[in-house]
């Protein structure tokens, strides 16, 4: 028994392997949910893929749906500050008791049934989906972890409303080389019938993919009108903005949180009747919802941000914002993993940035400090190795700029790593 405790219950999760075996189709899946009870099919559903910003329309929807009232589940990866942040009712981990009851359950499922390979994913998105079943949710957020036609969070079967975000190159050696190849794998989360919002502003081939699968599944499709955004504000601390008629604000900052919000907000008119939503819980939810390493000042002097954003996609916006903001010199400490599209994504901070010190050490997929640091200097950027370790890396970092702009960046994990040490110092 695991006796109550997250520890044990999160050793015993991470048993399992980070991918799994290789998968064709979702029957794994499908064999552990229904010795489980299949506790999905008691619940109702938006599902949310993309490159980017999945993580932050889905904290704008859980939002919008626990101010509407509504006991609201959130299935999110990766983790920041604690395993359990990945399992949400109305914004509250999971407790550590029904965290242990539960994984508890799936190991004894899985010692009757056998181990077929399941990841560490499965196994935690079925502790979460018996967890939201027992607590009757009226509704659950739920965040692909990768792709969606193959990702087993793609095994319910009639969401309220599907959700795509933008589509870029990433985890190609899975989803593909070409944005086609991508944007197919994203579309697989349509289903027959069921509406979906499409963030505007991707390329006109993941776009013709996701509009033919959507007509095919007979599934309306809705892309916010990106042009008729009239923007108040918009900076390291939020922005405010007119859209169809309402003012809205976002505490996120960046145009990309913007265009997040455009699609939450189509979204949510989308599925507003079934769900008893209104203008204000829309604006309340959009306004209140933050994340941990999405652009987040976590100090003000010298003025630090730190950001998760890993892929080109990502450190676009990322360098756009920081190139709006004005405050010269930027200097970044930056971490990527190797399985990332290192050379492509680093190339749209250079312009920005005047000189980047490299770390590793936050995840075991983490790219060697000293070869990130050869490919941002082989692509004209100036970057060294740190001759220490992360957190006095940034200390130095800050140390010597106390004026300027110092960026943490280059990967969820680096992200994770620096708030939980800043929240511990």
Known sequence: MFENSSGSAV??????????????DLSRIKKLLSAAGDPQDSLKFVHIAGTNGKGSMAQMFSCIFTDAGLKTGLFTSPYMLEYADRIRINGKNIPEKDLAELAEKVKDIIAETGDEGYSQFEVTQTIAFMYFAQQGCDVVVLETGMGG?????????DPLLTVIGSVDYDHMAVLGDTLEEIAAQKAGI???GVPCVMSAGNAEAAVKVITDTAAEKSAKLVVPDAEAVKIFSCGLYGSEFEYNGGIYSTAMGGEHQIMNALTVIEGAELIKEQLGITFEN??????????????????????TILDGAHNPDGLSALAELIAGCGKKPV??????????????AVSKLIPVVDSFVTVDGFSE????KNKLAEIINSLGGKAEAAPYGIMSAVTVMQSSNPDGLNLICGSLFLAAEVKKQTLQG
């Open 282 to 303: 829309v604006f309340k939810g959009i306004s209140e919802a933050r994340l941990i390493g999405r652009t987040e000042a976590i100090c003000s002097y010298p003025l």
């Open 11 to 24: 050793d015993y999760i991470m048993t399992f392997s980070h991918s799994g075996s290789p998968v064709k």
């Open 149 to 157: 036609l193959l990702d087993c969070t793609n095994v319910i079967k």
């Open 365 to 368: 997929r983490a790219e060697d």
């Open 331 to 344: 200097k970044a400490v930056i971490g990527m993993c190797r399985d990332k599209n290192i050379a492509s």
């Open 190 to 192: 349509i289903k027959q």
